[in-house]
């Protein structure tokens, strides 16, 4: 193989893989691929000043090699990154946890909405749960909304996920008010907070069934993701939900709310499940595209 510059190297690596590469990263210009392999020889401490005009030789020890192999897997480029940006900041996120979405943002919207309501009627500090929390991109952008402090919990049956949590709380703590709290707790849904209360309940479970909708799941989520943070056996599916609502129902103080995520075809049978439940309303919230995207249930 001939020599050449990394700047050359780019340039050739992106006509000759641009399909491909767009189906896996659309939007991907040599601009912004440029800009990835900058910020990426940076983090790996590759002296970025004219990283470009250098000769590029492709070795195991590269570490620039490892970012076009990873490219050429159709690796997911947070991954790659290791950060997602989410709501108003940027999480660290690994293989172990979700890539956060935007639309879970319109969860992070309604909460913060509903808290601040809660906080005009109240002085006491009020406790707040989110379940399956993976990186801990819900739980602590609530925090970093909410003026005054929250007392807030936050579960996850990964241990792996519960660091990556515990990394981006620790990152982000000083945009979080002084006196609000985290517990990390690792349990099945909330199976050890069961003599808790709380004021609110949120949550971004799992919710795609293995079988039936597995499908329709974009190959690199289904390949790269982690397996736990996505699907729910389908004979389980309705039993799995049905022991959350409970538990999350007896954990509610008067007035309490509980928000969840969940799967556009699904939800609707999700809601009369949840109606069971000792709930004064429960309802859906739907997306920007006008998908019924969230559950909200009142006690
Ligand atoms: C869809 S991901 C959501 C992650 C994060 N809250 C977000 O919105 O980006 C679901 C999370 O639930 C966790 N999880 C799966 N099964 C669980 C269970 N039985 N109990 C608690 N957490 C669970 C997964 O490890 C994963 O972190």
């Given amino acids: 193989m001939a020599l050449m510059s990394l700047g050359s190297f780019t340039e050739s690596f992106f006509s000759e893989k641009q399909e491909q590469l767009l189906k896996t990263y659309p939007g991907l210009s040599i601009r912004r691929l440029k800009d990835e392999i900058e910020s990426f020889a940076l ?92 990186s801990g991109a819900i739980i602590i952008s609530l925090l970093q909304e909410i003026d005054r402090p929250l007392s807030s919990y936050a579960t996850d049956i990964s241990k792996e996920a519960l660091k990556i949590a515990r990394r981006n709380f620790f990152n982000l703590r000083f945009t979080i008010p002084r006196e609000s709290s985290l517990d990390l707790i690792c349990t099945d849904r909330m199976k050890d907070l069961r003599e808790e209360k709380f004021h609110l309940i949120v949550s971004n479970p799992p919710y795609i069934k293995e079988d039936e909708d597995r499908k329709f799941v974009h190959n690199q989520v289904d390949t790269f993701e982690p397996h736990l943070a996505l699907y729910l056996k389908d004979g389980e599916y309705y039993d799995w939900f049905e022991e959350l609502f409970q538990d999350v129902s007896n954990s509610l103080y008067e007035e309490g709310v509980f928000i969840m995520e969940g799967h556009e075809d699904h939800l609707e049978d999700l809601r009369i ?10 309802s859906l919230i739907k997306d920007y595209t006008q998908r019924d995207r969230f559950l909200i249930a009142k006690k």
């Fill in 43 to 134: 983090q790996k401490h590759v002296d970025a000043d004219e990283l470009f005009e250098h000769q590029y030789i492709p070795s195991g020890e590269n570490p620039l090699t490892h970012f076009f192999n990873s490219l050429n897997r159709g690796y997911p480029l947070e991954y790659i990154r290791g950060r997602a940006y989410f709501y108003k900041s940027e999480f660290h996120v690994s293989p172990s946890v979700l890539i956060p979405r935007s639309e879970t943002e319109i969860l992070v919207e309604t909460a913060t909405i509903l808290l601040n309501d809660w906080l005009k009627k109240t002085d006491e500090s009020l406790r707040v749960l989110d379940i399956g929390t993976g």
């Fill in 273 to 282: 499940q949840c109606e069971k439940f000792n709930f004064k309303t429960v």
